[in-house]
């Protein structure tokens, strides 16, 4: 059976004695029913990993003895940061998830003209924090040390202005280039998703203000969650570590 990976918010210190997160150890504790004596995988966002024992399980806490740390490098050499404007219900977490599954650094969630969401408030910030959980857990699953930002939500046109050194890109169903014809090579995307209505046409031509370029990915139209799987697969393949 596969050993549980297990992450855990703190710095870890080789070779001591440590409790688990209460996400952690109700996973580890109640959902799986672990007991003392059994190994689980932890790791803090370190890019390492450690081996760890279960000493002691009870209704609230997990106890384990933790090994030595071993570097255990999975990330992309491709920096992708991902501004998905927020698609309904269950669409934003799955992408989330998958996404993060392909490799994605950083994911800032967008309203936009067309956005179909309308989060605020204590409502917004408790989608946050869940879509943080939704990170983490993907990690746990897909193999990664390094846990993905999820950062505040904002505005469309405020994240295209911000400025860093990263190629940006914006899917649109008429443009004229491809990922493929990209050039080579790049170590850093800033990628844009619409909602599921698309981006306006003053918003197409704000991207491009800011320096955005419009990219095509086929002659089909697909779901605003497909359109980030598929560019970002694409993504991955011609400059990551996909194929």
């Known amino acids: 059976m596969r050993i549980p990976r297990i992450f855990h918010p703190q710095p870890i210190i080789d070779h001591s004695d440590i409790a688990l ?7 580890t504790g109640r959902v799986l029913r672990m007991q ?22 009870d209704k609230k806490s997990v106890r384990v003895s933790v090994g030595a740390g071993v570097l255990a490098d999975n990330e992309s050499p491709l920096n992708l940061h991902l501004g ?13 998830q998958k ?18 969401v309308k989060l605020d408030g204590e409502r917004l910030e408790k989608k946050l924090q869940q879509w943080q959980k939704i990170a983490i857990a993907a990690c746990e699953q897909c193999g990664r ?10 505005q469309l046109e405020a994240w295209c202005a911000e ?5 940006k890109l914006n899917l649109h169903p008429r443009a004229s280039h491809s990922i493929n014809t ?14 599921e209505g698309g981006l306006s046409a003053e ?17 089909r139209v697909l779901r605003t969650e497909t359109t980030a799987l598929t560019a970002i697969t694409a993504l991955q393949v011609r400059f990551g570590d996909l194929g």
């Open 21 to 27: 997160s209460e996400d952690a150890a109700n996973h």
């Open 36 to 57: 003392p004596g059994q190994n689980i995988q932890l790791f803090d966002g370190s890019n390492q990993t450690f081996e760890a024992t279960i000493t002691h399980v």
């Open 84 to 96: 998905q404007v927020i698609s309904r219900g269950e669409k934003m977490e799955f992408t989330i």
């Open 99 to 116: 996404s993060i599954e392909l490799g994605v650094n950083t994911i800032t969630p967008l309203f936009s003209e067309r956005c179909g």
């Open 145 to 154: 040390n390094r846990i993905p930002e999820i950062r505040e939500a904002m």
């Open 163 to 167: 400025q860093d050194n990263s190629l």
């Open 182 to 195: 990209l050039p080579l090579p790049v170590d850093n995307v800033r990628l844009l998703i619409g909602p």
């Open 203 to 219: 918003e197409i031509a704000m991207t491009g203000g800011y320096g955005f370029t419009d990219i095509l990915l086929g002659p």
